[in-house]
């Protein structure tokens, strides 16, 4: 198993940039690929950005592309999500996820493991 704690939210202006982390904890962190999702009021939880065990591959929803960074540092079990020229439509709340199988962590209801989520909130 794997526990997962975000944190990094807050509030800002459009244009302006936040880095979330995604600190795991249990089980090593290199047996499992992590994503991140978000969720916006009334909305499903929308797939944002993953990377699998080792940090050789990353893929990115096309709604971020370009503008959102994911990595991570398996030394010290924290993945890391890099938010540049934010938008009022990225405001949401954020989730960590992690899971053994690549494919799985893809797709939110196969994701094995969540954390507890962190705000995101954008104003124009």
């Known amino acids: 198993q794997v526990q997962l704690i975000e944190s990094g939210g807050g509030l800002v202006q459009a244009g302006d940039s936040l880095r979330l982390s995604c600190a795991g904890s249990?089980?090593?962190?290199?047996?499992?690929?992590i994503a991140w999702f978000r969720q916006a009021p009334g909305q499903g939880r929308e797939f944002v950005a993953a990377?699998?065990?080792?940090?050789?591959?990353?893929v990115y929803g096309e709604s971020v592309e370009g503008r959102f960074t994911v990595s991570r540092d398996n030394a010290k079990n924290t993945e890391y999500l890099q938010l540049n020229s934010l938008k009022p439509e990225d405001t949401a709340v954020y989730y960590c996820?992690?899971?053994?199988?690549?494919?799985?962590?893809?797709?939110?209801?196969?994701?094995?493991?969540w954390g507890q989520g962190t705000q995101v909130t954008v104003s124009s």
């Open positions: 996820a992690a899971d053994e199988v690549w494919r799985d962590v893809l797709v939110a209801n196969r994701v094995t493991y």
């Open positions: 249990g089980r090593a962190f290199t047996n499992y690929a």
């Open positions: 990377i699998e065990h080792s940090g050789s591959i990353t």
